[in-house]
């Protein structure tokens, strides 16, 4: 299993536990882009890459993210667990893509800085501080 099929399988992994979900809901395709099967409760896109694009070289990037539920913290307390993924697979940032209101008040929250207004970034250093800060 490579790299991005251990991210996947720990990203599903998670998603089972967190929604008490019994089967898989996510899939990895050939260009490294975490994705979720549709469902009521959870949307999730994720890019992985490794090389510098908009986003600084080993970025894991959120380009959609949404929960039936919002605002009592599944947002939260998926940053921080896809922050800890980052660290064990030598990621060095987390990014959020083509935020709108709602994201961009997220990761402003969570200390990421803007890239070019809507696309934020934060090292995974400064982004596990932040939690640490935060107990």
Do not use: W
Not at 62 to 90: P, Q
């Amino acid at each position: 299993m490579n790299e991005y099929e251990e991210v996947r399988t720990e990203i599903d992994a998670y998603l089972m536990k967190r929604f008490r979900y019994r089967l898989s809901l996510v899939s990895l395709t050939p260009n490294n882009i975490v994705t979720t099967r549709r469902n009521s409760r959870i949307d999730l896109y994720l890019r992985i890459r490794r090389v510098k694009s908009q986003f600084p070289p080993d970025c894991l990037i959120i380009a959609r993210i949404g929960f039936k539920k919002e605002r009592i913290g599944h947002g939260s307390h998926f940053v921080r667990f896809l922050a800890e993924i980052a660290l064990k697979y030598d990621y060095k940032h987390i990014g959020i893509e083509s935020t709108n209101e709602k994201s961009r008040t997220f990761a402003e929250k969570l200390g990421f800085h803007s890239i070019d207004g809507s696309n934020y970034a934060i090292s995974v250093k400064n982004l596990l501080s932040y939690f640490q800060d935060r107990r």
